[in-house]
T-cell receptor, first 119, second 114 residues
């Protein structure tokens, strides 16, 4: 178990710029999740993939946000035209699970996150 | 939609004191319940989980939690804390048959004084 890997660890950018983050899940995990965590809060769900299919999206995910998982392995999260309110820690998690509907009872394993700071 | 409340935002204890962190959720259906811990500078790690069966679940490092369905609660306990337990603790819920997302509480920051 090499763990969930996220890159970069830190990103500082000016307001209005686009940023892209990468997540490499645990290799045998077919489910991948993105969360956002602001200071003093718990993580908030953004989106979820099963293999390459994006199956759930939170209302928090505005049209400036897009996530992909093209080959069912790594995933990218892009934020276009960044705003001050986008400053947060972006967390990626992965889990195993059968292809089925309903809640998963396999625990999610989290990466170290990418901390985004908007100047 | 489900929600999770952790009523204690900051807890300060001396070593060997007993710990109980509260967690309440709101959701009318069946849930899976989790406690995650985040040590300073590290990623979220799973402490313990409840899916079904015995409502008293034991996790790593001497932690346990009890699911009380009638109270919608899943409180975390440890009989004797150590300085190394200093961390932030998050309760999380996954509502079955309502997707795969985890809903987290706001977290409890625990400081254990040596």
């Amino acid at each position: 178990d090499t763990g969930v890997s996220q890159d970069p660890r830190h990103k500082i950018t000016k307001r209005g710029q686009n940023v892209t983050f990468r997540c490499d899940p645990i290799s045998e995990h077919n489910r991948l999740y993105w969360y956002r965590q602001t200071l003093g809060q718990g993580p908030e769900f953004l989106t979820y993939f099963q293999n390459e299919a994006q199956l759930e999206k939170s209302r928090l995910l505005s049209d400036r946000f897009s996530a992909e998982r093209p080959k069912g392995s790594f995933s990218t999260l892009e934020i276009q035209r960044t705003e001050q309110g986008d400053s947060a820690m972006y967390l990626c998690a992965s889990s195993s699970g059968a292809i089925e509907s309903g809640g998963s009872n396999q625990p999610q394993h989290f990466g170290d996150g990418t901390r985004l700071s908007i100047l | 939609a489900q929600s999770v409340s952790q009523h204690n935002h900051h807890v300060i204890l001396s070593e060997a004191a007993s710990l109980e962190l509260g967690c309440n959720y709101s959701y009318g259906g069946t849930v899976n319940l989790f406690w995650y811990v985040q040590y300073p500078g590290q990623h979220l790690q799973l402490l313990l989980k409840y899916f079904s069966g015995d409502p008293l679940v034991k996790g790593i490092k001497g932690f346990e939690a009890e699911f009380i369905k009638s109270k919608f609660s899943f409180n975390l306990r440890k009989p004797s804390v150590q300085w190394s337990d200093t961390a932030e603790y998050f309760c999380a819920v996954n509502a079955r048959n309502a997707g795969n997302m985890l809903t987290f509480g706001g977290g409890t920051r625990l400081m254990v004084k040596p």
